[in-house]
């Protein structure tokens, strides 16, 4: 999956140890809104319905 520089800037923001589990979880709904790759809009959007802000 790929990641606009955007998206991977605001994604390093996200503690190191959680991380790579977060990344998962956003390219799979990535994956199945049938996206490509994970812009900064849909970083955004993934992390509000994990109740982040």
Known sequence: MDWQ???EQQLKEVPFFVRPIVR???EKLAEEAGLSS????FYQQSKAKFGQK
């Open 24 to 26: 998962k979880r956003i």
């Open 38 to 41: 994970v812009d900064t809009a």
């Open 5 to 7: 520089p955007e998206a």
